[in-house]
């Protein structure tokens, strides 16, 4: 049974292409059949049938009414296929700036709902990401005093999302407390009824633990929209399946026979985790660390890769890292620009993934949020099965309405172990 014949129980919006896996994965697990596109799939393109579908776009980081208009396109395309609910997919960090773009779409997309307020939160606390009284922490510390203050696109300085939420949306920002998550569904429920009546849009919700987000996601499933990270997607996930609305044998979904050809790795993640990712993985494969500076200058970092390449491809996966360290990548930065910097080397590595798979790469592990978007793009990709799951919220992709399959994984800098690289080859076979 196709998806156009088939009505999807659950419909998610993501604002990058990592973030929208690691979702996917998630709902996966909990027993829904998942299928991700990539942006919102063209007429031509048959999609298996499915439970949920997650549509993938690059908007986190883009002017906000392009952002907006891009989420309406998406929603309104999951609407059609019979999606109850929507959820807003957002960065477990919350990533964005004073303007957006977490905001303004929020606004819109509750507005087309018809729905008085959305609830939200980014907690996932399986990986380390909890809210206690509106304030977003990073396994033990506030947001603002974690590594991932000083992320290079969307750096995070304040950790109460109340604050953070207000500057971005036209409505008020209300809270849903720990204490009212402890007394259950209903008292959710009955709280975003008083902060809808007191002319709040928008509410955080605070959960420390995973059973929280059950009871979240029994509170909210009924009704027709919300924002979250993974871990609400899960909440939701379980309620669904809860409800006879999903799939016995969904998780771990069959990637289908071995597509051979040949193997590699591309990183573009300045993460302290993708740094010793890259450095654990000298001990498996052929490393080469282009040099930002370089590439950055007009240097043709594409020929040196595709040569380093050259007959290695034949023997074994090789790996190639733009990578550098933080203070590196704030030096570049200052030179060039965050954007310019950001966009010379996401343009870099996505010409080098299109000429390795021109020489016969099917399957392709690539770090970093932006530079898997970029990669995705380039190499025209429209739609994954979900695989069996790599690390937490990395699962193994395998690609929709291609003449020759792929297998990919997709990871933000932050995901996965140090033995990552090597995991992923392992399991992509």
Not at 67 to 73: F, P, Q
Not at 103 to 127: K, N, S, W, Y
Not at 171 to 198: I, P
């Amino acid at each position: 049974m196709a998806l156009a014949s088939h009505r999807i129980a659950l419909g998610c919006v993501a604002d990058d292409y990592t973030g929208a896996s690691d979702l996917a994965n998630t709902l996966t697990k909990a027993g829904l059949r998942t299928v991700q596109t990539i942006g919102v799939p063209a007429d031509d393109l048959p999609l298996p049938a499915a439970d949920a579908v997650v549509v993938a776009l690059k908007s986190r980081s883009i002017p906000a009414p392009e952002a907006v208009a891009r989420s309406r396109e998406a929603e309104g395309w999951l609407r059609a296929r019979g999606a109850g609910h929507v959820m807003f997919k957002v960065c477990s960090t919350f990533d964005s700036t004073d303007a957006g773009n977490i905001g303004p779409v929020m606004d819109a997309l509750r507005t087309e709902a018809g729905e008085p307020i959305a609830l939200v939160t980014p907690a996932f606390p399986e990986t380390g990401r909890s809210v206690y009284q509106g304030n977003l922490f990073v396994g033990a510390v506030p947001l603002n005093e974690s590594p991932l203050k000083d992320h290079p696109l969307n750096p995070m300085r304040d950790a109460n999302l109340v604050r953070v939420l207000a500057r971005q949306s036209a409505g008020s920002v209300g809270l849903v407390d720990v204490a009212t998550v402890a007394r259950g569904a209903e008292a959710v429920a009955a709280r975003l009824d008083d902060l809808a009546a007191a002319g709040h849009g928008a509410a955080i919700a605070d959960a420390i633990f995973d059973d929280d987000l059950e009871v979240l996601g029994r509170a909210i499933v009924a009704k027709k929209f919300s924002v979250g990270a993974s871990g609400l997607g899960l909440g939701l996930a379980r309620a669904l399946a809860a409800d006879g609305r999903g799939t016995r044998d969904a998780a771990g979904a069959a990637v289908g026979e071995p597509v051979g050809g040949h193997a590699a790795c591309l990183a573009g993640s300045c993460s302290q985790a993708t740094l010793a990712q890259v450095a654990a993985a000298e001990a498996h494969m052929p490393v080469l660390r282009l040099d930002a500076r370089h590439l950055l200058a007009g240097a043709d970092a594409v020929a040196e890769a595709l040569a380093f390449a050259g007959d290695r491809l034949a023997a074994g996966p090789v790996l190639i890292a733009s990578s550098a360290d933080p203070e590196a990548v704030r030096a570049l930065q200052a030179e060039h620009g965050a954007e310019a910097a950001g966009r010379a080397i996401e343009d870099a590595l996505s010409r080098i993934a299109e000429e390795l798979v021109a020489r016969g790469v099917r399957r392709l592990v690539v770090a970093g949020g932006e530079t898997s978007g970029a990669a995705v793009d380039r190499l025209g990709l429209r739609a994954f099965l979900l695989g069996p799951e790599i690390a937490a919220g990395v699962p193994v992709l395998r690609t929709v309405g291609r003449s020759e399959p792929m297998l990919l994984a997709l990871k933000s800098g932050n995901f996965g172990g140090p033995d990552f690289f090597a995991r992923a080859l392992d399991l992509m076979q």
